[in-house]
């Protein structure tokens, strides 16, 4: 504070009232960004968290279900964020060192590396809506029927368990028999108490995580007819956690180009040079946050064995 | 500020930069180890795949941290920050995997009760 | 000592042409301001409103236990009233109230900055809460929630109510108090001036960062708790969905990863004002400094490690109840080196019984219940008894309303800080022991039925129970009318209330050292920063009603 009073003859425009020197709001501003980083990182990780549960449990799922995914474009965008976040790094070199138009074009060009990604994530999620491969209730990969060849290079395994009828009759049985739901609500709700003495099968809701238990009782008489299907049950968890994960990271890329093309704007007006270019290095900051994320969600999600 | 002797300055103000050769050299790397991951799985490891994966995914993120995202240069408190969110993500992630992994089987245990 | 904080000009009693209440004036002063002071008031009068709406949510609660069956309201409006009160006090009230509206006023002046390190993010923060607030409310409107505040899931994803209104407003809360968090810790670590090193700060400020820590670390998971929630509930995607292989426990790990550790963003500032006032007036140095400093980050970080003891019968596996339980018990050690080394600073201290000290003892006692109690709860033998009852009722209402306690009193004890008026002593003491009464009637009577079997959340109970319902509800009648003189003599304060001296309590962190209210950069010079609980340099003068720097050289 007192430093700023002994030479607040040179403050410049960019530095803060309450902050002394340029160092200390340069500083400043680079631990809240980490902190914020910090707190990116334990949002996805609850994300995390649900894959790894689904995966050390229910390894088949995602075995099973991987093959859905075209590692070729998962890959292709793995190097795609790569090199945005190497033009990101070289930017704020450039920053640092005053290059203002090698700055704008580097910015430009992983805004572009954005776009690029997120068109590959559109041709992906375009494909798995045609192919009814959503999350949860709406995972119905019937229209997939006759047309899953092109999807992965691993097409052949994926023929040797047809994918029409595998798995879809937990779900369906959800969606016919709503009143069902009722019967595994918490023991608190009035409802659960006289549903589950009709349904004694139903696992008491007390014992345990009735989940994945649950569609047994009202589906075991459809699945007694195909019994070859059963190895791989709810492979809608896997589209859940999917599109859940990718979702998400897509938006934080979205996130990320529209700061780094607020950046670019300033940066076209000249406000960044080798003594301020504190936005332009917390948003690299952010922006290889991202990639960073990707970097592991990539093989999580892709590269399954 | 903390005290002045912990306190590491640097003598210009715009901080410290990264040569391009360095950042080049970085993109590289990251970019082969994707190969590498990618090619991995054509190997069968069983269950070390996984981990495999896990490993090169670590050793890209740690590349990217430390040179495009300025760590090897910051303040250590920066790192430390990092280092310590992900040991709360460990935790969480541990500790429900723990869990779920020990009820598991009373839940296919009913699962068999009624098929 | 040399090094007392005390220097001629700091503490003129009449500095107050302009401070930060008068530099600007106009609502768009108030509502485009970037002053921390200015910030922290606007919270203040927020979550004061929000508090009288999850009160009057209490009220409703407790009028209706009056008869065993139904007395003014319906089942179903019974459930959404308790989820209300939950929510509110919980979201709205408690979490943002020491943190947000105290801290951010005293934060930066106990620091000896002029504002917090980002003054945008925090406007923006308080703009969340304002946003997260409505949505928060809008669920009233638009069907109501009836899960209670803990949104279980699969009733929460399978009720008709307006739980995604509910949950995404608790995640726009959440963003806010993670700004608000990010924004102490950043200040802290860099806005500190020469001198004033880690263990010189006050210890609301070791709190508050201890505080900051929790609210950057778990409330992410929250975030990602309820938007999965929504999504759930909007396209039942199945991941908490048993109907869809999903896990519900899944759900409750998630939900407490959070909501354990924002037990302690709750009570760690209350904790840290308590540091404060019972040093200030037992008018001695505080006992134990570091103890109690390190105390608050290891609260902290042991507060991540206990969560699924709320877990205990939920189909948690054995192996996870046991070391949940052992290592909930880790809890109570640094807790309890506060809660010693408090009783040792009153040891022989000149203790004045001004109202915020009422409140500071108040808060110990209290306290002191809350804590022990919970050792029942984690007790798995024990708890499995207690489970949903109202003894966990009224455990947590002996914890939180120990936070809502320090909340008062810290309000007490900055009043003449932030409006340059003392209020009345007389009935501020009146209210502290009406409140007090209030609430151990209240809740104590809890204990008793929780034990005796009454579970929590329920509409009707049986007539065994009736008295001690009655008993509760008269308690809470109590505490409505403490809590309203509050009001009254606050606001009279406000416009009739005497002139506050800069230092009306002898306190010696560096908010005293600025005037009553402070002026618009908080000092005029930079503080000289000394031992903030060293009161030597300070003696009382009846004139001006408060404390002036002692003369140089004087005896003490
Ligand atoms: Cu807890």
Redesign the pocket.
């Known amino acids: 504070m007192n430093q700023h009073e002994a030479h607040g003859s040179e403050h410049p425009s960019f530095l803060a009232h309450h902050f002394a020197t340029p160092r200390q709001q340069f500083e400043a501003g680079k631990l809240g960004m980490w902190l914020f980083l910090s707190t990116e990182i334990l949002l996805f990780s609850g994300l995390f968290c649900a894959y790894a549960v689904y995966r050390a449990n229910h390894p088949e799922i995602f075995v099973y279900a991987h093959h859905f995914l075209d590692s070729t474009l998962g890959a292709i965008n793995t190097v795609v964020l790569i090199c945005s976040s190497f033009t990101m790094a070289w930017a704020v070199r450039s920053a640092q060192l005053g290059q203002k138009k090698r700055l704008c074009v580097l910015l430009a060009f992983t805004i572009l590396c954005g776009f690029g990604f997120m068109g590959i994530k559109f041709i992906e999620y375009r494909h798995k809506w045609h192919a009814g491969l959503l999350p949860g209730k709406h995972y119905n990969p019937q229209a997939h029927e006759g047309d899953h060849a092109p999807v992965s290079g691993h097409a052949d395994e994926a023929e040797h368990q047809p994918t029409t009828t595998a798995a879809r009759h937990p779900v369906e049985s959800a969606a016919v028999e709503p009143e069902h739901q009722a019967a595994t609500t918490p023991a608190s709700t009035p409802a659960s108490s006289t549903a589950s003495e009709e349904h004694t099968l139903q696992v008491p809701p007390t014992i345990g995580p009735a989940g994945l238990a649950a569609p047994v009782t009202t589906t075991a008489d459809v699945h007694a007819e195909e019994s070859t299907d059963e190895k791989v049950k709810n492979v809608q968890i896997f589209f859940s956690i999917y599109f859940a994960m990718t979702g998400l990271h897509g938006l934080h890329v979205l996130a990320g180009m529209s700061v780094i093309g607020w950046v670019l704007w300033r940066s076209m007006r000249g406000e960044f040079g080798p003594l301020y270019y504190t936005p332009v290095d917390l948003a690299g900051l952010y922006w290889h946050l991202v990639d960073l994320i990707w970097i592991y969600l990539f093989p999580l999600l892709y590269l399954i064995h | 500020m903390s005290s002045p002797a912990v306190e590491h300055h640097h003598s210009e103000d715009q901080g410290h930069v990264v040569s391009l050769g360095l950042l080049a050299g970085v993109w590289l790397a990251l970019l082969v180890l994707t190969v590498v991951t990618v090619g991995a799985i054509y190997v069968n490891l069983g269950k070390l795949n996984l981990w495999l994966a896990m490993i090169i995914a670590t050793i890209k993120a740690l590349l990217v941290a430390v040179y495009f995202m300025h760590l090897r240069w910051d303040r250590p408190f920066n790192a430390y920050i990092l280092v310590g969110s992900l040991i709360f993500v460990l935790l969480f992630i541990g500790f429900v995997m723990m869990d779920t992994a020990a009820y598991l089987p009373e839940i296919d245990f009913k699962d068999t009760l009624h098929p | 000592m040399s090094t007392t904080g005390v220097h001629p000009g700091s503490a003129l009693p009449d500095s107050r042409e302009s401070n930060y209440l008068t530099h600007k004036s106009g609502l768009g002063s108030w509502m485009m301001t970037l002053d921390h002071k200015r910030i922290g008031v606007m919270y203040l009068i927020s979550i004061l409103v929000a508090f009288l709406l999850g009160g009057i949510f209490a009220m409703l609660v407790r009028t209706e236990h009056l008869t065993p069956k139904e007395t003014i309201m319906s089942a179903d409006t019974y459930n959404q009233v308790f989820t209300l009160h939950g929510a509110v006090m919980i979201f709205l009230v408690i979490i943002p109230g020491i943190p947000a509206a105290m801290g951010n006023f005293v934060l930066p002046i106990m620091l000896g900055a002029k504002d917090v390190a980002f003054p945008r993010l925090n406007l923006c923060s308080y703009y969340l809460y304002v946003v997260g607030t409505v949505m928060a409310l809008a669920s009233i409107a638009l069907g109501a929630v009836d899960t209670g505040w803990t949104f279980y899931t699969p009733y929460s994803t399978t009720t008709n109510t307006a739980v995604i209104w509910m949950v995404m407003g608790a995640f726009v809360l959440g963003f806010s108090s993670i700004f608000t968090g990010l924004n102490f810790i950043v200040t802290i670590h860099r806005l500190r001036p020469p001198g004033m090193t880690w263990f010189r700060m006050p210890l609301f400020l070791w709190a508050l960062y201890a505080t900051a820590i929790i609210q950057l670390l778990a409330t992410p998971v929250l975030g990602i708790t309820v938007v999965l929630l929504a999504v759930e509930k909007a396209f039942h995607i199945g991941i908490f969905d048993p109907q869809l292989g999903g896990d519900p426990v899944l759900f409750q790990h998630f939900f407490?990863f959070y909501s354990?550790p924002a037990?302690y963003i709750m009570i760690l500032p209350a904790m840290g004002v308590i540091s404060e006032l019972i040093s200030v007036f037992s008018h001695k140095h505080i006992f134990g400094y570091k103890f109690i400093a390190y105390s608050s980050v290891a609260i902290a970080i042991l507060g991540f490690l206990?969560?699924g003891?709320?877990m205990f019968t939920s189909g948690q596996s054995s192996l996870a109840n046991m070391i949940f339980s052992a290592l909930t018990f880790s809890v109570s050690i640094p807790s309890a080196i506060k809660v010693f080394n408090w009783l040792a600073t009153m040891f022989k201290g000149s203790i004045s019984l001004e109202t915020p000290m009422c409140y500071a003892l108040s808060f110990i006692f209290i306290f002191g219940i809350g804590g022990l109690t919970g050792l029942f709860l984690g007790t798995l033998a024990t708890d499995i008894h207690l489970h949903d009852t109202y003894f966990v009722v009224a455990h947590f209402h002996y914890v939180m309303f120990g936070t809502m306690i320090a909340f008062v009193g810290a309000l007490h004890y900055w009043w003449p800080k932030m409006t340059g008026r003392m209020y009345s002593e007389f009935w501020g003491r009146i209210a502290c022991a009406l409140i007090f009464l209030g609430m151990n009637i209240t809740f104590f009577t809890q204990f008793v039925m929780g034990s005796h079997g009454m579970p929590r959340r329920y509409f009707n109970y049986i007539e065994q129970f009736a008295s001690y319902h009655q008993l509760s509800t008269v308690g809470a009648f109590i505490q409505g009318i403490g809590f309203i003189v509050v009001a009254i003599y606050l606001a009279h304060s406000l416009f009739r209330g005497r002139r506050a001296p800069a230092n009306p309590w002898g306190g010696n962190s560096l908010e005293w050292h600025c005037s009553s209210p402070p002026p618009h950069d908080n000092f005029a010079v930079t503080p000289t920063v000394g031992d903030c609980y060293d009161y030597s340099g300070w003696q009382y003068d009846a004139q001006i009603g408060g404390y002036i720097p002692r003369p140089v050289g004087a005896e003490h």
Do not use: A, L, N, T
């Open positions: 407490w354990h037990v206990v969560w003891h709320h």
